[in-house]
């Protein structure tokens, strides 16, 4: 699903945020990502999803080289990507229904079929009994699921998450988690960057590891003594 060749990204001013990453993320695999702060997480979760391109090397998403797509076809890639971001970037002047039912919207969905599917994926994450509320009624791990539903609305195969948890206690955390592993389960792929190891270890899935922009490991981590 996700391959990275050789791939650099070097931003204006001399900063190389990735140097030299490959690896291979299969179909339907969950998978973490992590390391210290400015380890280049986020840069490369960007390049996944053509928010930035790489500076040498290839990035493919099922098959497309994203380095050499077309300014005209990001949309149509895009909508194959769901993107949760840890400040949940929500519009707090809209209800939950309407935030979630913003992708569907811009896709040209018509009214009865956005209703079906903003409903659908609202049960998936518990809040279907809260689709008219404004977002800043609600805690702070129902917003993170109000975020987990827009990114999913539009079924897309690739789950993106960029600390998804970083603001939530252990608990909320872990219920965060489960909801990932749950999409996993139908076949989406999940990559999740995060600093949080101990939840990494917990649920023990493969885990890339980044130390000043180099991949550093592809394999477990091992289990807490």
Excluded: C
């Excluded at 390391?35 to 280049?40: D, K, M, T, V």
């Excluded at 076809?73 to 039912?101: C, E, K, S, W």
Aim: glycine share 8%; no cysteine.
């Amino acid at each position: 699903m996700i391959q990275f060749h050789h791939v650099f990204k070097r931003y204006p001013g001399g900063h190389e945020a990735l140097s030299d990453v490959s690896f291979t993320l299969p179909r339907e695999t969950m998978a973490f990502l992590t390391g210290h702060s400015g380890a280049g997480k986020s840069t490369l979760l960007k390049l996944v999803s053509l928010i930035e391109r790489p500076t040498r090397g290839q990035v493919l998403v099922d098959g497309v080289n994203l380095g050499a797509t077309r300014r005209r076809r990001i949309p149509y890639i895009r909508r194959r990507i769901g993107m949760i971001f840890q400040d949940h970037r929500l519009l707090y002047d809209r209800t939950v229904f309407d935030n979630v039912a913003l992708p569907l919207v811009i896709s040209g969905y018509r009214h009865q079929e956005i209703a079906r599917r903003v409903r659908a994926a609202l049960d998936k994450v518990g809040l279907l009994g809260k689709e008219r509320l404004y977002p800043v009624t609600l805690s702070g791990g129902e917003q993170q699921r109000v975020g987990i539903a827009r990114a999913v609305v539009n079924k897309p195969p690739l789950l993106l998450a960029d600390e998804p948890t970083g603001n939530l206690d252990p608990a909320l955390s872990l219920e965060i988690m489960h909801l990932f592993e749950q999409f996993n389960q139908v076949g989406v792929t999940v990559l999740i960057a995060t600093h949080d190891l101990g939840l990494v270890q917990r649920l023990g899935h493969p885990v890339l590891t980044l130390d000043h922009g180099r991949l550093q490991a592809d394999a477990r981590l091992p289990e807490p003594a």
